[in-house]
């Protein structure tokens, strides 16, 4: 049955990022299609609340709290993981985010701040989960991009620069990984996270955003996890190196920052 194809018992998942909005949403979702689950940030009572829905899914969680803004941090989650589950088979790099800025405001530093948080620690993540993924088996890489990567709008440079180094370094490391571990990435759209909070409790923002996307609504973090399962699973054994949209089809920013002419 198709179904089979998504499902990804025995397996081990790492997933940044994950003490809530996208990434607990993906690390359950994992678990409920069998994979056993090491979740880390820094907030250790959100960890426990997500690893609670993981055990009552049947499944292992492991909880590491960590600033992975820190890329040694983040490359010693691979061992972590592969060392407290047993293995290692997939790795989810959520972990991300800038904070809107003016350019004139955007120093050198701002900008290199934001290639670190949003490249560099994926790096480091999945430059040491590749050994243990290459001991298993293979496996999957997912990295969460944004549609910022590859559509322009005022305030967004910094960010919007980073994930689309992000969307490029997984079509890069598909090449340098293939054929035994692929690499793709999920370009995000609005999604009703803890980043939106001053949207979803602002009904002129949030009907200025949902006005301004195809499908009319603000994505929920279970849009982007059942596309991270379907990117981890073997139901996309042939794909590698895609980035894959999951924006609602928005083609321009849907939320004007305000920011004026120079």
């Keep these: 049955m198709i179904w089979d194809r998504f499902r990804i018992e025995g397996r081990v998942a790492v997933v940044t ?12 979702a994992l678990a409920q299609a069998g994979a056993d689950v090491a979740i880390s940030s820094r907030t250790e009572d959100q960890l426990r609340k997500v690893a609670a829905e993981i055990e009552a899914a049947g499944r292992r969680a492991l909880v590491v709290p960590a600033d992975l803004s820190d890329p040694a ?15 290692l088979d997939i790795v989810v790099n959520n972990m991300g985010g800038t904070i809107p800025n003016a350019f004139l405001d955007t120093t050198p530093e701002y900008l290199e701040n934001a290639f670190q948080f949003n490249v560099s620690t994926a790096h480091a993540l999945t430059r040491a989960a590749v050994p243990h993924l290459l001991a298993a088996g293979g496996g999957s890489v997912v990295n969460i991009s944004s549609v910022m990567g590859r559509v322009a ?6 960010y919007g620069t980073a994930k689309a180094a992000l969307a490029h370094y997984t079509r890069l490391a598909s090449f340098d990984l293939a054929p035994r571990v692929r690499v793709n ?7 009703a996270t803890s980043a939106l909070d001053i ?17 009319g609504r603000i994505g929920d973090p279970e849009d982007v996890a059942a596309a ?4 981890a699973s073997p139901a996309s054994a042939y794909v590698t190196g895609s980035v894959l949209r999951v924006d609602g089809g928005t083609d321009a920013p849907n939320l004007d ?3 004026e002419d120079l």
């Design 153 to 158: 709008g005022r305030g967004y440079l910094a």
């Design 185 to 191: 990435a999920i370009a995000v759209g609005s999604v």
């Design 199 to 215: 949207v979803m409790t602002n009904d002129e923002l949030r009907t200025q955003m949902e006005s301004k996307t195809p499908l």
């Design 73 to 87: 941090a983040a490359a010693e989650l691979a061992g972590r993981a592969a060392e407290g589950l047993g293995r």
């Design 17 to 28: 990022g994950a003490g809530r909005g996208i990434g607990a949403a993906s690390a359950v």
């Design 228 to 231: 991270v399962l379907y990117l």
């Design 257 to 259: 920052l305000g920011l």
